[in-house]
Nanobody
Framework: QVQLVESGGGLVQAGGSLRLSCAASGRTLSNYAMGWFRQGPGKEREFIAGTSRNDVNTGYADSVKGRFTISRDNAKNTLYLQMNSLKAEDTAVYYC??????????????????????WGQGTQVTVSS
């Protein structure tokens, strides 16, 4: 199985940027469809961004579209989330997740949290207004 460790969170002013990293070990990340989720204070965990195994197909929640970018560096076995124009409402714990998607097309990814098999421990992002 794959182990995931997020990093890069912190405190940033509104309008600023952060880049989150999700380092994988145990398995090659390119074998998985990947996703980023977040859970804000008093809220349920929600889908933010996803990418297929071959990174051809990506998708974003409406709340972050145009501001966040998901990407993957297979050489470093690491997933990234570039977050720009941050808002106070982006404050949350951010999680990366891996979906084995064993029987699915390489362009498949899902927004369904229950489909993801492996999760990181999360990294806190706090945006001050």
């Amino acid at each position: 199985q794959v182990q995931l460790v997020e990093s890069g969170g912190g405190l940033v002013q509104a309008g600023g940027s952060l880049r989150l990293s999700c380092a994988a070990s145990g398995r090659t990340l390119s074998n998985y469809a990947m996703g980023w989720f977040r859970q804000g204070p008093g809220k349920e965990r929600e889908f933010i961004a996803g990418t297929s195994r071959n990174d051809v197909n990506t998708g974003y929640a409406d709340s972050v579209k145009g501001r966040f970018t998901i990407s993957r560096d297979n050489a470093k076995n690491t997933l990234y989330l570039q977050m720009n124009s941050l808002k106070a409402e982006d404050t949350a714990v951010y999680y990366c997740a891996a979906d084995r998607a064993r029987h699915s097309s390489p362009v498949y990814y899902t927004r369904q949290e229950s489909s993801y098999d492996y999760w990181g421990q999360g990294t806190q992002v706090t945006v001050s207004s």
